[in-house]
């Protein structure tokens, strides 16, 4: 287990590969399909200080408010393949340094990746109540009124926060081998 | 003589039932869980998500929290004696709903799909889905699913005869469909899965019939003969794809393969999968005047 410090730096990412299990602490920022629209398209700057370093977490949470305070009750990954088309563009511009979200990423992501310094994380799909708990605190919210709860961007305190590095910064994805062994006997299965 | 319904006792029973289904894994399905950690390589990727996903069910039970954020299409299967009111039923059936989001047991999840505004209490057209059949008993049985974005987004519908996979209208084309999907899905439906399928119907009922398959146990075996045969030949061979859990490879794929028949038209042979993800939540009521109780 790799233990890392949120921002990160690309050295930190740089020594990552496909396979290793870390942890993470500190503060992430949520963002699905609403979120990777609008910074692309209006790209706002009030986020960019926030995202610089840190990783952006593909989450749309079961929350509740009490006394004020929002908390995060299951938040576990969301299919990740979606932000494909815009994924590497935001990470380039926001300077990210990672992507958590679930299902791995395609082609175009992992050459981001590769190109800037950053990895794809894959968080426990399904975990939600396990993940909600090492989120210590939501610090804030945006966008909550327009894009609605799932589709937000939360910023979260994490600490020890669990996945498993799948697409690291040097081009390899562990999902591309997976699939590739898996087509193979799907072939011969279906014997044609 | 004639069942009479408490509506107000009704919507506090379903609000309980979707509390459970929410918040806590049928037994069944957390010891195939439990057969399919074991059974995976000691250090493997495999062993340590499956021993990750089982704690978290765990903790969802302890906390009274949802197994998984995302808290699904609603799917209630009711069953009813004659002469209740569909409409009553169906009134409090959508309070509960309304009542279990604030209480976030479920993600506000229905989404207008012209103008994308999230309606905030998971009703809406056709949210939640409520299905009814009548029955001789003096009692409602309510089944509920709650099936998730990402496993859903991986069910599929193919029709037959497909020239790309050589499958004819036969069990053996049947098989072929199924293999294929499973493979597509990769680790996208969160795997290890339950595959519900429905074979023939329309476009419509064949996929009904699928998703009203993952309300049968893990263990039990179809009483159609050629479909069990064909049941436990895919469970084999689908965890010979070696995707894994989440896809991380591993040998635990599928956790259950479940298939129904439908009759369906000379023209159209459909072969329809609903794939169902590991946190894998439906739980049964039985509401009569007296007394509810839950599976």
Redesign the interface.
Same mark, same amino acid.
């Given at each position: 287990m790799i233990k890392l410090q949120l921002p990160l730096t690309e050295a930190d990412v740089r020594q990552l590969k496909v396979?290793d299990?870390v942890a993470l602490s500190g503060i992430m920022v949520t963002g699905r399909d609403e979120a990777h629209t609008w910074l692309i398209n209006d790209k706002p700057d009030n986020v960019r200080k926030l995202l610089e370093g840190s990783v952006i977490y593909h989450?749309?949470?079961?929350?509740?408010k009490t006394d004020g305070e929002w908390k995060f009750?299951?938040?576990?990954p969301?299919?990740s393949?979606r932000e494909e088309p815009i994924q590497a563009d935001v990470v380039k511009e926001y300077k990210l340094r990672g992507v958590i979200g679930?299902?791995?990423m395609g082609p175009k992501t992992l050459a981001g990746l590769k190109e800037f310094g950053a990895v794809y994380l894959?968080a426990?799909?399904?975990?939600?109540?396990?993940?909600?708990?090492s989120v210590k605190k939501v610090t804030d919210v945006i966008k909550l009124e327009e894009f609605?709860?799932?589709?937000a961007m939360w910023i979260l305190e994490v600490e020890d926060f669990?996945a498993?590095v799948?697409m690291d910064s040097h081009g390899n994805s562990?999902?591309t081998k997976?699939?590739a062994?898996?087509?193979k006997?799907?072939k011969e299965?279906?014997g044609? | 003589m004639a069942f009479k319904l408490n509506k107000e006792k009704f919507r506090d029973a379903v609000l309980e039932l979707i509390r459970l289904t929410s918040t806590e894994l049928p037994r069944d399905v957390i010891a195939a869980m439990e057969k399919a950690r074991d059974n995976e390589e000691p250090g493997s990727?495999a062993k340590?998500?499956l021993g990750?996903?089982l704690?978290?069910v765990v903790?969802?039970k302890a906390?009274s929290?949802?197994?998984?954020?995302?808290?699904g299409t609603n799917i209630h299967f009711v069953t009813i004696p004659e002469g209740i009111s569909l409409r009553k039923v169906e009134q409090a059936i959508i309070e509960a709903t309304q009542q279990a989001t604030a209480e976030?047991y479920?993600?506000?999840?229905a989404?207008d799909s012209l103008t994308g505004?999230?309606t905030?209490d998971n009703t809406g057209v056709m949210a939640p889905y409520i299905h009814f059949e009548e029955w001789d008993d003096p009692a409602i049985k309510l089944q509920l699913a709650l099936k +998730?974005? &990402?496993c859903e987004?991986v069910s599929t519908q193919y029709k037959l005869p497909d020239t790309s996979?050589?499958a004819g209208r036969n069990l053996e084309g049947v098989y072929?469909c199924i293999?294929?999907a499973i493979?597509k899905a990769?680790?996208?439906g969160?795997a290890p899965g339950v595959i519900g399928v429905g074979v023939g119907g329309d476009r419509a009922t064949g996929m009904i019939m699928a998703k009203k398959q993952l309300f049968r146990k893990m263990g039990d075996s179809n009483p159609v003969q050629q479909l069990d045969d064909l049941e436990q030949k895919l469970l084999v061979?689908l965890n010979?794809?070696?995707?894994?859990p989440? +896809?991380? &490879?591993g040998k635990t794929t599928v956790l259950g393969v479940k298939i129904g028949a439908v009759h369906r038209l000379p023209a159209s042979f459909f072969v329809s999968i609903a794939y169902m993800?590991?946190?894998d939540r439906h739980h049964e009521m039985l509401f009569t005047e007296s007394e509810v109780s839950y599976d």
């Open positions: 396979g299990e989450c749309g949470p079961v929350v509740s009750v299951a938040a576990g969301t299919t393949i679930k299902g791995g894959h426990i799909g399904g975990a939600a109540t396990l993940l909600a708990k609605g709860v799932p589709e669990p498993v799948t562990l999902h997976i699939k062994d898996s087509d006997i799907a299965l279906i044609n | 990727a340590s998500v990750s996903m704690k978290n903790m969802a906390d929290t949802p197994i998984c954020q995302d808290t976030a479920l993600r506000p999840n989404v505004k999230n905030g +998730g974005g &990402g987004n996979l050589k072929k293999i294929d493979n990769q680790g996208l969160c061979d010979k794809l070696g995707i894994g989440l +896809g991380f &490879g993800c590991w946190a």
